[in-house]
């Protein structure tokens, strides 16, 4: 059985860097048939997409953050990790990493997630 | 890249059937059958309840079915049951830079 789990503080100031990493266990990172996303979800709001990477280290951004994120993966740790740079209150959310088929695009496993409050 | 348009909210007695619609483009849900559907409970992480417009994951009741006409997805829900009370988005592949949308969510309250 798959499963992720993120981890990362729950509380960052504003302008600074949110760090988040996702480790994953039952499953591999390395695999080909998958990519490994970030999806945030405001309190009370519906859930954004924010970005993938595949094992290779190849990433693809949602346009409207990605100026300011950067996810990147360690197979040696079956780990994958996100930063977002510039953090304001519309920042804040439950951040979740989760598996995305790759062929058929959807997402089948899913972390816990992790509040991510930004405020000084 | 605007999310895809679902109702607000939904509701059904037990053991009736309800629909929920997802609207969006030709460059998303009309475009592909790369639709999925995920069940959101309070305070809990998404689950995935129907994905590439109209298949199950193993462990989804056969209740839950979807379906697709032109740049509408629908996730219908049969013989509603108290634990179906909860929050639905859909998604989609979009041909767009965003490359993935959801859907606004409904609340599905079972009365």
């Known amino acids: 059985q798959v499963q992720l789990q993120e981890s990362g503080p729950g509380l960052v100031k504003p302008s600074e860097t949110l760090s988040l990493t996702c480790t994953v266990s039952g499953g591999s990172v390395s695999s080909g048939s998958y990519y490994w996303s970030w999806i945030r979800q405001p309190p009370g709001k519906g859930l954004e997409w924010i970005g993938y990477i595949y094992y290779s280290g190849s990433t693809n951004y949602n346009p409207s953050l990605k100026s300011r994120v950067t996810i990147s993966v360690d197979t040696s740790k079956n780990q994958f990790s996100l930063k977002l740079s510039s953090v304001t209150a519309a920042d804040t959310a439950v951040y979740y990493c989760?598996?995305?088929?790759?062929?058929?695009?959807?997402?089948?496993?899913w972390g816990q997630g992790t509040l991510v409050t930004v405020s000084s | 890249q605007s999310a895809l348009t679902q109702p607000a909210s939904v509701s059904g007695s037990p053991g009736q059937s309800i629909t929920i619609s997802c609207t969006g483009t030709?460059?998303?849900?009309?475009?592909?059958?790369?639709v999925s559907w995920y069940q959101q409970h309070p305070g809990k992480a998404p689950k995935l309840m129907i994905y590439e417009v109209s298949n199950r994951p193993s462990g989804v009741s056969n209740r839950f079915s979807g379906s697709k006409s032109g740049n509408t997805a629908s996730l219908t829900i049969s013989g509603l049951q108290a634990e179906d009370e909860a929050d639905y988005y859909c998604?989609?592949?979009?041909?767009?830079?965003?490359?993935?949308?959801f859907g606004t969510g409904t609340k599905v309250t079972v009365l």
């Open positions: 989760a598996r995305e088929a790759r062929y058929l695009r959807y997402f089948d496993y």
């Open positions: 030709s460059s998303d849900v009309g475009g592909y059958n790369y």
């Open positions: 998604s989609s592949y979009t041909s767009s830079s965003t490359l993935e949308v």
